[in-house]
């Protein structure tokens, strides 16, 4: 479950402080975002901190998969893969049901591209497409980009290290409780340490990034109650504290009852399976040995339909010719060391160590052909599965959440009455993403994907506007 914590930030006025340092840009929170934020407020030439309320800098970025939708870059050009902003939208759009924000996933497609490819050739971060990521989930084209570790923590590593070289500064230890604001400007923060006191620091201008509210259960509760009593798989960080910040300014909030679900989750071992396990040819099968759903359509919704399972379980059956193509991914190496892979030479084998109905099980394979659409809609273009197989237990949790405060193209933090407000920008979980309503919307890699597509908008943004008014920043 979720942490319960205080859901109301307060504003101070800029007049019950005086600002020791003032610096032309804050950024709350140090994930892929905030990190990608900083580096590009850092390349326009100004300075920035960066205030992150853990010991060190992980967040939901580290425990995700590390791969990241892009759009348009240099990589997909080379090896033969067409993709554009208008196709990603379209995409979008379609999963989505038409619930999305068409011009911020336009934006989003759009910067994504430029973002990966700047990151390679400025900061030798070496994103590059993921050919064994198929077209899938929704996505009309294969558009899945990851560093050669191939995992979060991996990527996390390689942007602290950018952020490191440039001289960037990370605060750690000190977490975003309040802001100093005339009327919707913000002036300043004051953050707190872990001992309890707190440190005020002015700013021209502030960017959010301190991703979404998953482990907060007031906020589950209020927005996305039927997740209330789901198991949460994310960062206990995450408590919802930019959209809290942001809302009590004006902003506006968008999407909050939309989040990523997970239905490949081990368990009891609590390692997200990666989905190519079902892109090449694997199923979901509950006690009984059958299948109850496309196990394709729906990577988030998915999870929902296994915590609807017998004993909220479900099991992903596999063969060798799966394990062989996944066995180098890093969670599934540390699946397998703790005992969270079951193998053998046959289904009944198979059945009774997972406890599964062997009957159920082989005749759900017997029915898997290649020949035709079955029920759910899925239709399998690989080779039959054959012995050995294998299986892995999983079950559905919240991953994180995808609403939060409305920004624009420009990643600036919109007001409920529609305009910018003045300094205030935001990406990654603290803003909108692009599942429209719901957990079904949700593409595979979008939540990096607009972490970094936004941070990087947000960076420069800020520098643009710092920039313009420099002179009248004190220090």
Known sequence: MPSTVNTLPTLLPASETIFELTVPILIAGAGACGLVAALAAH?????????????????????????????????QSERGVMDTADLFTADVMAKTGG??????AHAVGRLSGAAVDWLRDRFDIPLTLDTA???AFGHSVMRMHVTPGRSGADLMDRLLCACDLAGIP???????????????????????????STEDIGCGALILATCGFGGNADMISRHIPDMANARYFGWDGNRGDGILLGSALGAELADMDAYQGLGLLADPAGIDLNPRFLIEGGIQVNHEGARFSHELDDVSGQGARVIAQPGGVAWVIYDERIHASCEDLPQYILLREVGGVVQAGSIETLSARCGINAQGLQQTLSEITDSQTDQWGRLFTGPELQPPFYA???????????????VDAEARVLHTAGRPLPNLFAGGGVARGLSGRGPSGYLPGAGLCTAIALGYAAGKSAADLVSAERPKLGT
């Open 43 to 75: 390349e326009a030439g100004c300075e920035v901190v960066v205030l992150e309320r853990d010991p060190f800098p992980r967040g939901s970025t580290s425990m995700s998969l590390g791969a990241l939708c892009a759009v348009g870059t240099r990589d």
């Open 99 to 104: 619930q999305a924000d068409p011009a911020l």
């Open 133 to 135: 990521w198929k077209p």
């Open 170 to 196: 990370i605060l750690t230890n000190a977490r975003v409780t309040n802001l100093f604001a005339e009327r919707d400007e913000v002036m300043g923060v004051r953050y707190k340490r872990p001992d309890g």
């Open 392 to 406: 892995v237990k999983v079950t559905g949790a919240l991953f994180h959440t995808q609403g939060g405060l409305n």
